[in-house]
């Protein structure tokens, strides 16, 4: 079975540990939802957010959500300017039998006009 990337970005108004989980469990909800996927079937995931969150690692509400076997890493994103802040990212590495082009990358909040060809969903 193909390993397949699969992103995701959302944003937060608040530098706070509930802020930034209940983000990022939305973000996972949705990209799970939107691609038809199980926890089982995801290899890897890798996070990052903008320096000005620090309050909590956004692979936290993955584990939250019962990824206890799946391989997580977080990490600061690159300080870009005029980038896009108060920011998470996700990469995730999913089994699937879905070709690339069937994909569905999910961009939630203030990071939806991050990337132009992804469908908006709010």
């Known amino acids: ?5 699969i ?3 959302t944003t937060v108004e ?3 540990e509930a802020a930034i989980l209940a ?17 089982e079937d995801v290899a890897s995931a890798f996070f990052t957010a903008t320096r000005d969150l620090t309050a909590a690692f956004p692979a936290t ?10 391989a997580l890493l977080d990490s600061h994103e690159m300080e870009v300017p005029g980038a896009l802040s108060m920011c998470i990212r996700v990469l995730l590495h999913v089994n699937t039998e879905k070709r690339q ?9 203030g990071a939806q006009h991050l990337r132009a060809t992804a ?4």
């Open 7 to 9: 992103r995701g970005a």
């Open 101 to 109: 082009d069937q994909v569905i990358h999910v961009y939630l909040r």
């Open 14 to 16: 608040t530098d706070t």
């Open 119 to 122: 469908p908006a969903i709010s």
């Open 61 to 70: 509400a993955a584990r939250q959500l019962g990824w206890e076997h799946v």
């Open 1 to 5: 079975m193909p390993c397949r990337g």
């Open 23 to 39: 983000a990022t469990r939305e973000l996972l909800a949705r990209l799970m939802e939107a691609n038809g996927f199980r926890v």
